[in-house]
């Protein structure tokens, strides 16, 4: 079922995704982060959408860089990082999302770690941030597939139903708030939120 709460999208959303893996860009392994980000959002967003991946090493230069060039030049209205958010000297990635931000959004950093500690103790250690950047908004994820899929999607239940909500419900209606498109979600995988007009 596709939620149709909203009026149709006026142009297909332009979402960044952006892998940050020294030894993935290297080439030492294959990378996992781009694929299982593109494999949530194919199958959650029932709207038309465009995605431009990146997969670069964890340099905070080039982080910044890259996040500048998706919303400022490529005009991404939405941009998804994937790892460096752990405390290894390393992991940079949210130093390199605040140095670029507008504002930040603390709701994501909260629900992402909230959602993680219903499998992993070690998810206190996870330091993710939601930020926005003219009318863009970025937000870093984890970096395994199957931690990116319960970070978007939440915590369900032996009958899947939702008991935590996954960080996505929130995103097209946020978006929309900021000028952006709207985006329409398969309901089995993800709700979309969005207020009731008043009468």
Partial sequence: MTDASSSPPTRPARIGLVSVSDRASQGVYQDKGL?????????????????LERLIPDEQDIISKTLIELVDQEACDLVFTTGGTGPAIRDVTPEATLAIADRVLPGFGEQMRQISLHYVPTAILSRQVGVTRGRAMI?????????IAETLGGVRDAQGAVIVHGIFAAIPYGLELMGGPSIMTNEAICKAFRPKKSA
């Fill in 139 to 147: 937000i870093n994820l984890p970096g395994q597939p199957k931690s």
């Fill in 35 to 51: 694929p299982g980000l593109r494999d949530w959002l194919t199958s959650a967003i029932s709207s038309p959408w465009t995605a």
